[in-house]
């Protein structure tokens, strides 16, 4: 490892081994961001050390498919940077940070070019032109792709390029605490998955990607032990504030069928080349909700078009909605969309191009995460800075598909730049033994425990609440009730009953997952309510429409206070180009 600096010593409490190294920056996270921060550093010479808890050819990232926004206008000449930051400000319902979308926007060009330097192969039209195509709400197509493996094909390039440059990476490292002293970081704490020897790791800057919470609701997009959280924990217990936790965006369509494969995503791009939703009695629904875009709407007005269609009872016998592209060439599909194709053939033995797919709302992205400064991405503990899912300030209300991985790429540049700066002008750095032995003891008494209750049925708990209290729909009555069975989860949590073996850690890791998903529910819990209106993502039953006095951002603290912070104004030729700043909301339906 890069810049192991002492020798292995095994802990009087624990007698576990308990290694040290050092890094000029720590990077916590193999996903797009993680990865293109490390990038950054290392081409500027700093010594980086990137860690994560799966292997980093299986970070998350590789199931983003649909592809990448950067206005290129390479198939619409009439496209620019404004009108892609006007598209995001307007689907965001105006509560994303004008200054991160503005620079999230300019910079999606040459983040793309970036990515192609290093190799990544997208799609391209005979000239040689770089093939856009559209999203659900771009005013443009700018959206470039790799049929339907984009994200496997960024990971890919980052991967390589990662290596070529000399980052160190590791994929064993479950990073269990930031270490602070006096509000600024030197390090990190973890375990080894694999063996339990722990990992105390100094560094003068840490940069935190470690993803979102959307695992913790029953229907998920994420797979199993992704996106539980940890990154909010993490940061929280630095010393962070979090943002936007109640905007979660519940993607339209996951599959309901076979039960173990629920929540998987169907990939926006199959509305995007055409697809046609119906409901069980053959309804075209989308023109009730949205005449003009149908299938094309925004993802939370399709969201709640599917919810409200199986609500109310016109869903199909597993109960979900009718996804049918049964009407386009099959040569066609099977060219452009292989992986729903392959998905669909694995997982329910159906053939996508003859047969509908059946298709539910999905928990999918994490909009609201770990407070930033609009333009460094620093938090509020010096020294550690925050990209990708794991960030807030770029989508809002609701995201724009194809926005995560330019914010992924950009913003993972630029915290290399800022934490690279950071490490370059430090005089000083305390490593503060106190805070090392807290993290220590954390880890001991969590193995040293001993109880009746295991980790496995205590997620289950957590995601069961969340989707029946917290999920598309919500209410104050609900929301209260979610928070009254999460005390109660939280209480059994206390008697866990941690047992690593043969095969690894995997049930320690577990438990700190559990812990980083009961934080993030309850934060997600906590502004849900507090936001008293109905906006994006979020929809209260009790609250049908859009209060103009919660035009903010709520901002969360670990003690349960919600603050509102005032959102700066986008320039007026962006408001402008958004067609101003009115929102139409014909077409949404509450159950
Ligand atoms: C099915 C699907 C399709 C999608 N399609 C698109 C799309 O077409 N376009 C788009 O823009 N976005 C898409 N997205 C969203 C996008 O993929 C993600 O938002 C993005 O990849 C997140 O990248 P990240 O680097 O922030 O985090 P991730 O890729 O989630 O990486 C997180 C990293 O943190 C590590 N980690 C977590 N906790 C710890 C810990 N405690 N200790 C150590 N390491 C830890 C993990 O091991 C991992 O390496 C899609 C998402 C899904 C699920």
Partial sequence: ??????????????????????????????????????????????????????????????????????????????????????DTLREAYWLADPRSVELLCREAPDAIEDLVRYGAQ?????????????????????????????????????????????????????????????????????????????????????????GGHTRIWRRSSSRRDENTGDAMR???????????????????TGMVFPEESAGTLVTEAVRGEGGI??????????????????ELSTRDRVALANYTEIAEGRGTQHGGVLLDVSHLDREMLLRRLPR???????????????????????????????????????????????????????????????????????????????????AANLDVQVRDRAA?????????ELL?????????????????????????????DGLREGLTRLDEVAARARAIEVRPDIAGYDDLAHALDLHGSLLAARATLECALERRETRGAHNRRDYPDQDPGLQVNLVWTGDGTVTHEPIPQASPEIVALAGGPELDVTGRLLE
């Fill in 1 to 86: 490892m890069t810049g192991v600096n002492a020798r292995t010593a095994p802990s009087p409490r624990t007698h576990v081994e308990e290694r040290r190294a050092a890094a000029s920056v720590i990077v916590i996270g193999t996903g797009a961001a993680g990865l293109r921060a490390a990038i950054g550093l290392a081409e500027r010479g700093v010594q980086v050390l990137c860690v994560g808890k799966r292997r980093r050819d299986d970070a998350h990232t590789v199931l983003a498919s649909g592809g990448i926004n950067a206005a290129l206008a390479t198939m619409d000449p009439e496209d620019s940077w404004e009108q892609h930051a006007a």
């Fill in 436 to 444: 090392i032995s807290a993290a220590r003891e954390e880890v001991d």
């Fill in 448 to 476: 040293a425990r001993g109880g009746e209750e295991f980790p496995r049925p205590l997620q289950r708990a957590v995601r069961d609440l969340m989707s029946e209290c917290g999920g598309v729909v919500r209410s104050e």
């Fill in 234 to 252: 993490l940061a929280v217990e630095a010393g962070c504030r979090l943002r936007d936790m109640e905007f979660v965006q519940f993607h339209p």
């Fill in 277 to 294: 939703l119906r409901n069980a009695a053959g309804e075209r629904f989308m023109e009730r909700y949205d005449p003009k875009r149908l």
């Fill in 340 to 422: 729903m194709y392959r998905q669909f053939i694995d997982l329910a033995m159906l053939d996508i191009t003859t047969t509908p797919m059946e298709v539910a709302p999905t928990a999918h992205y994490s909009m609201g995460g770990v407070w930033v400064d609009a333009e460094t991405h620093a938090t509020d503990v010096e020294g550690l800075y925050a990209v990708g899912e794991c960030a807030t300030g770029v989508h809002g209300a609701n995201r724009l598909g194809g926005n995560s991985l330019t914010e992924c790429v950009v913003f993972g540049r630029i915290v290399g730049d800022e934490a690279a700066r950071w």
């Fill in 122 to 210: 997208f799609a391209r039209e005979g000239d040689g032109r770089l093939t856009q195509r559209y999203f659900g709400a771009h005013r443009w197509r700018r959206t470039c792709f790799a049929g339907d493996y984009t994200g496997r094909e960024i990971q890919r390039a980052l991967v390589r390029r990662a290596a070529e440059v000399g980052v160190t990476m590791r994929d064993d490292v479950y990073v269990t605490r930031l270490l602070v002293h006096e509000g600024r970081v030197f390090g990190v704490y973890g375990f080894d998955v694999e063996d339990g020897s722990r990992w105390v790791i100094v560094a003068d800057a840490v940069v935190l990607a470690a």
